[in-house]
């Protein structure tokens, strides 16, 4: 069993920043892609941004150039720096990983942290 928990949300004014937190815990053997998504009440959750168990970062373009993923393997963490935020930045934002957690697993499964509240004030 593997849990994901969240930290950092809250209520900013626009142009504010915050830096959301997320560690695994549990039975972990390696932690491959991670990533943050975003959801609305009613609507889809969407792709915020990922980054590679190497580090590649991948962006939406809504949040380019504003947002930036980072991880600290050591830590099992990663993190999501929200800066220049807007109101339309306002969701809950869970995280995700792709965790194996035996080495003799045939395959990966995907774990979800339990959302954390961003709202952004106009």
């Not at 053997?29 to 990533?35: E, L, R, T, V, W």
């Not at 380019?64 to 935020?85: C, P």
């Not at 792709?98 to 045939?106: D, E, F, G, I, K």
Request: proline share 4%; net charge neutral.
């Amino acid at each position: 069993q593997v849990q994901l928990v969240e930290s950092g949300g809250g209520l900013v004014q626009g142009g504010g920043s915050l830096r959301l937190s997320c560690t695994a815990s549990g039975s972990i053997f390696a932690i491959h892609d991670m990533g943050w998504y975003g959801q609305v009440p009613g609507k889809e959750r969407e792709l915020v941004a990922t980054i590679s168990s190497g580090g590649r970062p991948n962006y939406a373009d809504s949040v380019a150039g504003r947002f930036t993923i980072s991880r600290d393997n050591a830590k099992n963490t990663v993190y999501l720096q929200m800066n220049s935020l807007k109101p339309e930045d306002t969701a809950v934002y869970y995280c995700n990983a792709l965790v194996s957690t035996t080495p003799y697993a045939p395959r990966a499964n995907f774990y979800w942290g339990q959302g954390t509240q961003v709202t952004v004030s106009s």
